[in-house]
């Protein structure tokens, strides 16, 4: 008997049940707090004809990046994609479709997904590219366009620490929209630095209840810095 | 003389007030938190879900958990919050931040902006610029007045695909700082040295000058 118990042991365990052409939902912003291990297992299985939706799409060679130059992403729903040679160059030859949406409907998508909301409106993208084709309706006087929720057949999600039952605390900007993913995936994947037992993580503390969690693994991570921005000491 | 990235920042905090919580975008924008005046509190707002986001780290304090927007390593300020993306841009749309500075290539006198894609060129994406320009009441926009090529930045209409529509009421350049209302550019200040000639020429949206235009002041 497995109860709560949401511990995985391999990562092709972790994976088990993807297929060509299914929706994947990513956390992560840039390299931070993204789910290095389960896109190195997705790169390794050869799934191909993805959607992913994710803020951005990694770098070249690291992140999400590491699933284009064997071209398995058919189609990615971002905010920001501009870190990554290989992707502009699928991009602009129609080999790779974009759907380019502002961070906060993006981040609205993922929750309204999880939350069994199917759409919801908002002013952001209001007369501009975004909102082509979409329903748009006045609320007090303003315009807003109706933008639709998204469900992930899986969602791939990293977190600092978890219990066994996966209960999760991320750690810093690391948390993003992990919390997000995780709530919004049919098979929800989180891996994880720490996994400890059930009781030991501080029930007021824990920023994602384990209901929303199918599978759990523990890792080690590179953690890869895009931007390493310092001061001097004793400044 | 055309203000320099730092002399624009540097006007952009004059705008600051104790007890603003502010998000600053990419480039210039960010700029102007090396400038907040000593004797007012301000919290910087990044979108990826931090609120009191501090100093560049030390060597030893870099954590690749802590980034800003722009993906730098940042730090945290006393008194700092932590916060999922959801939450983020509930601040920025929920109208919570009290002051948005952020770039642009184009702004019109409707107040459209165009920030983020050049057809055929360049297509990064919008980021959180939509959410911030929809969500925020103010709203300064730096950029320079013109291109290297000389052609103006205030337009009559944008030409590049919108971030926001009718959103944006200030914009501060290299050469003047302006209003948009009722369809037009006024004119408020002008960077040092800088003649109401110089920006009329290079400003091709309509613009108008009320009274003496008084030069921009740095201390």
């Known amino acids: ?235 | 003389m055309a203000l320099s990235r730092d002399q624009i920042a540097q006007r952009v905090a004059q705008e600051l007030q104790d007890g603003f919580y502010v998000n600053l975008g990419i480039g210039i924008p960010t700029l102007v938190a090396n400038f907040i005046p000593k004797d007012i509190e301000v919290m910087l707002q990044s979108e990826n879900g931090l609120l009191g986001m501090g100093a560049f780290p030390t060597e030893d304090e870099v954590d690749a958990d802590l980034i800003n927007a722009g993906k730098q390593t940042v730090t945290m300020a006393a008194g700092a919050s932590i916060f999922d993306s959801a939450e983020s841009f509930a601040m920025i749309r929920g109208g919570h931040v009290d002051l948005t500075v952020l770039g642009a290539f184009e702004v019109d006198v409707n107040g459209n902006i165009a920030s983020y894609m050049i057809p055929g060129k360049l297509i990064k994406g919008m980021g959180g610029a939509m959410d911030l320009v929809a969500g925020a009441d103010n709203i300064i926009v730096t950029m320079t007045h013109a291109s290297k090529h000389g052609e103006s930045k205030l337009l009559s209409n944008c030409t590049l695909p919108l971030t926001g529509k009718g959103c944006i009421k200030k914009v501060l350049t290299d050469l003047a700082f302006i209003e948009i209302k009722a369809g037009k550019f006024h004119l408020l200040e002008r960077a040092p040295g800088v003649s109401v000639a110089e920006i009329i020429e290079l400003t091709q949206g309509e613009l108008v000058i009320e009274g003496e235009i008084p030069e921009m002041k740095f201390s």
Not at chain 1, 144 to 165: N, S
């Open chain 1, 1 to 235: 008997m497995s109860g709560f118990d949401k511990v995985v042991h391999s990562y092709e365990e972790a994976m088990a049940g993807l297929t060509d052409n299914m929706t994947i939902i990513a956390g992560g912003f840039g390299l931070c707090g993204i789910p290095e291990n389960l896109i190195s297992e997705i790169k390794h299985k050869g799934t191909r004809g993805l959607t992913l939706v994710s803020n951005n799409c990694g770098v070249d060679g690291f992140g999400l990046g590491l699933l284009l130059p064997d071209r398995q992403i058919s189609k990615i729903i971002a905010s920001y994609v501009g870190e990554n040679a290989e992707f502009e160059r699928q991009m602009m030859s129609g080999e790779l479709s974009v759907e380019l949406t502002p961070q906060g409907t993006l981040a609205e998508k993922m929750r309204a997904g999880g939350a069994g909301i199917p759409a919801f409106y908002t002013a952001t993208g209001v007369g501009t590219p975004v909102a082509e084709g979409k329903d748009e309706r006045q609320f007090n006087g303003r315009d807003y366009i109706l933008e639709e929720a998204i469900v992930g057949d899986f969602a791939i999600v990293k977190a600092w620490k978890a219990d066994r039952y996966g209960n999760l605390v991320f750690r810093k900007t690391a948390r993003n929209f992990n919390p997000l993913a995780a709530t919004a995936g049919k098979i929800t994947v989180v891996e994880v630095e720490e996994i400890v037992e059930p009781g030991q993580l501080d029930p007021d503390e824990i920023h994602t209840p384990g209901i929303y969690v199918n599978r759990l693994i523990q890792s080690t991570f590179e953690k890869r810095i895009e931007q390493r921005t310092t001061r001097p000491a004793g400044e």
